[in-house]
């Protein structure tokens, strides 16, 4: 076996584990508690949300001079949704793969890949920030405003190490990438703008699902509620925030008045459209890109 092979196997291991931690008899439950309309709706705003996310990541790319097709970003973004549902927490395993897909495929340095991956970060923490900051009254956008508008400089005394001029390089072309698309002011307000619409999709989604169970629901609440369950996720504790996630979520929707196995099936089917259900449609979209490939290159 050569090592894509075993990455490969490795990989399909940890998906395996993954699935065999939902509680598949919960799940089914919950769902047939919805109606069908709701999971359609649902679902069609999720695969909206991911083609969202994917077009942030082409017009942050396009702008900081990297030049690769939305599709081939569709599927740097799939392989890294299924990596980042295997990973602790932070997602750090999705990013990576994302940088060494899109590195193989524009065939750019793995500086340059890295640092598009990092300014898309700091564009979607930024944004998931700033609401956050109009929920709670505090406000997050310094690291924005020191990246994207504040002069850089980083001193040309060359490194003593080898890793350290791999770090150094990192920086560099963040600080180039950043430079080139806080050049059109009009191009970062879009590009921040969408981050945020993506961000706001989310309690959004989370909305429309909480009041068929639960009317009295407020948007506001219903924000804290998604955006606090994220941010716990966010522990590298268990693959993908699992655990974390619903429990937060869960215990929140209780507090607020939800009745408890109403918040069970909230946070259950809330989960599977944002989680597993990309995680599936990742994994589906990759497999049929590579049949259509194969079929390509036997005609």
């Given at each position: 076996m050569n090592k894509k092979q075993i990455l490969a196997a490795v990989i399909a291991v940890l998906l395996l584990v993954a699935l065999l931690q939902i509680d598949h008899e919960s799940l089914l439950y919950s769902?047939?508690?919805i109606p069908l309309w709701l999971v359609a709706l649902m679902l069609g705003l999720q695969i909206a949300t991911?083609?969202?996310i994917n077009l942030q990541w082409y017009v942050i790319a396009r702008l900081s001079?990297?030049?690769i097709t939305f599709l081939n970003m569709f599927l740097a973004n799939c392989q890294g949704n299924i990596i980042d549902s295997i990973t602790p927490g932070v997602k750090f395993g999705g990013e990576v793969t994302r940088a060494v897909k899109i590195s193989q495929t524009i065939n750019c340095t793995g500086e340059q890949a890295a640092a598009l991956v990092a300014v898309q970060k700091i564009f979607s923490l930024s944004a998931m920030l700033t609401i956050i900051s109009f929920v709670i009254g505090m406000p997050f956008l310094a690291l924005l405003l020191l990246l994207f508008f504040a002069?850089?400089?980083?001193?040309q005394k060359p490194p003593r190490f080898s890793?350290?001029?791999r770090v150094r390089g990192f920086f560099i072309e963040v600080k180039n990438q950043?430079?080139?698309i806080r050049k059109n002011k009009l191009a970062l307000a879009?590009?921040?703008l969408l981050s945020l619409f993506i961000w706001f999709l989310y309690p959004v989604k989370m909305y429309i699902l909480a009041i068929q169970f639960y009317p009295a629901a407020d948007f506001i609440n219903i924000s804290v509620v998604t955006f606090s369950s994220y941010i716990v996720a966010m522990i590298p504790i268990f693959p993908g925030g699992l655990g974390g996630f619903e429990g937060t979520m869960s215990g929140l929707l209780v507090a607020m008045g939800v009745v408890i196995s109403d918040a069970?099936?909230?946070t259950v089917f809330f989960r599977f459209v944002t989680f597993w259900f990309v995680m599936l449609f990742s994994l589906k979209f990759k497999v049929c890109h590579k049949i259509l490939q194969k079929l390509r290159l036997r005609g």
């Open positions: 769902i047939r508690q991911q083609l969202l001079g990297t030049k002069p850089i400089r980083i001193k890793w350290m001029k950043a430079g080139k879009m590009v921040f069970a099936v909230i």
